[in-house]
């Protein structure tokens, strides 16, 4: 009994222990890099006496988050929301578009020309006009979001949908599959994997979409908060805006990973399957 | 053998008199761009009856599966299944085992052995109780949930050869369907096969490499050529199928035929 217990404790710890190697293995250098490049950072700013408002050191940005946490705490909440909402909305849009676009030839030659022609229009400019055409409320900002994120995760649909093997399709149809069903049980799963790619492409955006939709008109929020804290010089709370608005995209990012896992863990072992 | 039925359920046309499945093929030529895969072939496999094909690699076996299963209309002739003449017609009726196993990556190798059954509609756990004591027949028993990824080739052979028999259709087209077993299995699955088409016979095309197997498990055999794959040999087999695999393998007749087959492959 006590030596069950201690094999399976010796055990345990054993596969932790790997699992922290593994871990250290794979996060180690970008850690590493964050950590040298911040010391640089702190140690260059008080060598030369950098004043304040011109670029402040990582300490004075990490005591200005502490410091504001209150307000930074509020505006955070806002800009999270609409991240996520305008991700939503891009994901959703991303998929029924490239969805509909995979299964309309017509609707594709008339419609992908032009979509990747859009992508040329940079939406920083549009951020204004979407104000006057949809008011001065969460609308745009979210619009902007949506128009950031949404390319990649259509362009990655249709491509996904696309690209699947003929080869399952044709055993597919001697199984009696209608179009419907070679979609739901082959198109699709086989897109995932790329939709998967666009959409955690599309995450990253997510944030810095945020920021120029509250530039462009808005009462609260991170990027309303920096614009604020610049005409104040307040450069260490334009940072501390920054820092967090990073770690929302980072997350983001992080979280679609994540889903990815849990959804298709087929898809990681499929190159040791080839042979 | 097994008194055990293969089918789970009857044949979509039980009732209505058993319709014909003999299979025609006329002059089918098929033509990939420069590349004359088949020329010339004419064959009738009488309802029923099981024909092997044989002949060297890249001869259009393969293809003129794809020909009679009506997923690739030949570029000249014509193919019939019965009085099913449009691809469309033949492919409700073929059940083909393709050379490569296919199986999708995203399913567990039972719901990939599903795949017809949920393609008509029944649900996914009513399929997957039919399917199941198959698994137990073809040495497949607990590894029902394990992915294609975990599978060895010929685990994921069997898993393709049960989705292609789940399809339940009259005409079966196999492609090298026991090329990745090892002896033991493989003499295991053939006579599993011999046995079940006796006990229900279907009309079917079996493409091997394997002299002996196609002697074995077929009434007819056919060789073709190199390519263009023409027919340049024909065979009639139909050994017994109550004696021993042994005793057949090794008779004058068995060696005799064995001896024809390999001289046309030669040529
Ligand atoms: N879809 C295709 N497009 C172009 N060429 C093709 C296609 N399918 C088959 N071929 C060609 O037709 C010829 C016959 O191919 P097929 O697969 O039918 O041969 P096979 O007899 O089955 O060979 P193996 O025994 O190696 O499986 C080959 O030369 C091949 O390159
Ligand atoms: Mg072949």
Redesign the interface.
Same mark, same amino acid.
Do not use: H
């Given at each position: 009994m006590t030596l069950d217990t201690t094999t399976a404790s010796a055990v345990a710890a054993a596969s932790t222990e790997s699992r922290w190697r593994r871990h250290a293995w794979q996060y180690g250098p970008a850690v590493t890099i964050v950590v040298v490049a911040l010391g640089l950072w702190e140690l260059l700013i008080r060598v030369l006496d950098v004043p304040r408002f011109l670029w402040p050191a990582p300490s004075l940005i990490v005591a200005t988050l502490r410091d504001d946490a209150g307000p930074l705490a509020g505006h955070s909440w806002t800009t999270l929301r609409e991240v996520l909402l305008g991700f939503l909305i891009a994901l959703t849009a991303g998929l029924v578009i490239g969805v509909l676009l995979h299964l309309s030839e017509t609707l594709r030659r008339g419609v992908l020309p032009i979509l990747i022609a859009s992508q040329s229009v940079p939406t920083v400019v549009l951020a204004p006009v979407l104000v006057l055409v949809m008011g001065f409320n969460i609308g745009p900002i979210l619009a902007v979001i949506a128009l950031f994120c949404f390319f990649p995760i259509a362009v990655n649909t249709i491509d996904g949908l696309s690209s699947v093997d003929r080869?399952?399709v044709?055993?597919?149809?001697?199984?009696?599959?209608?179009r419907r069903?070679i979609f739901r049980?082959?198109e699709f799963?086989?897109a995932?994997p790329f939709i998967f790619t666009g959409t955690r492409i599309g995450a990253t955006y997510a944030a810095i979409g945020a920021v120029f939709g509250e530039w462009a008109g808005s009462d609260g929020g991170l990027g309303w908060l920096m614009i604020q804290a610049k005409g104040r010089l307040d450069t260490p709370l334009v940072f501390a805006a920054v820092a967090i608005i990073t770690s929302m995209a980072v997350s983001l990012f992080l979280l679609v990973a994540l889903v990815e896992r849990l959804t298709?863990p087929?898809?990681r072992?499929?190159g040791?399957?080839m042979? | 053998m097994a008194a055990e039925r293969p089918w789970t359920a009857p044949p979509v046309n039980a009732g209505s008199g058993v319709t014909d499945s003999s299979i025609t093929i006329e002059g089918v030529r098929q033509v990939f761009g420069d590349t004359v895969a088949l020329d010339g072939i004419d064959l009738h496999i009488r309802m029923h009856t099981r024909l092997g094909i044989v002949g060297p690699s890249g001869c259009g076996k393969s293809t003129l599966l794809?020909n009679i299963?009506g =997923?690739v209309e030949p570029s000249a002739g014509s193919v019939a299944i019965g009085r099913a003449t449009t691809a469309k017609e033949r492919?409700?009726r073929?059940?083909?085992m393709?050379q490569?196993d =296919?199986l =999708?990556?995203?399913?567990s190798a039972l719901d990939n052995a599903c =795949?017809?059954l949920?393609?008509?509609g029944v649900h996914r756990r009513a399929a997957r109780e039919r399917a199941r004591p198959l698994f137990e027949r073809f040495g497949l028993a607990e590894f029902e949930e394990h992915?294609?990824?975990q599978l060895s080739?010929g685990m994921r052979q069997r898993v393709a050869f049960l989705?292609t028999l789940m399809?339940e259709k009259d005409v079966f087209l196999l492609d090298e369907p026991f090329a990745a077993l090892d002896s033991i299995t493989r003499a295991s699955m053939q006579e599993w096969l011999l046995g079940a088409l006796t006990q229900e016979p279907k009309t079917a095309l079996l493409v091997t490499h394997d002299v002996d197997e196609a002697l074995l498990l077929t009434h007819h055999v056919v060789v073709f050529s190199a390519r263009p794959g023409r027919i340049v040999h024909k065979l009639d087999t139909d050994f017994p199928t109550n004696v021993p695999r042994r005793e057949i393998v090794t008779s004058p007749e068995f060696a005799h035929l064995k001896e024809q087959a390999l001289e046309a492959l030669e040529v």
């Open positions: 080869e399952y044709r055993m597919m149809q001697t199984l009696d599959a209608s069903s049980r082959v799963p086989s995932l298709i087929w898809a072992s499929r040791g399957r042979k | 794809s299963a =997923l492919l409700a073929c059940a083909l393709p490569k =296919l =999708l990556p995203w399913r =795949l017809a949920e393609n008509r992915m294609p990824a080739g989705r399809a």
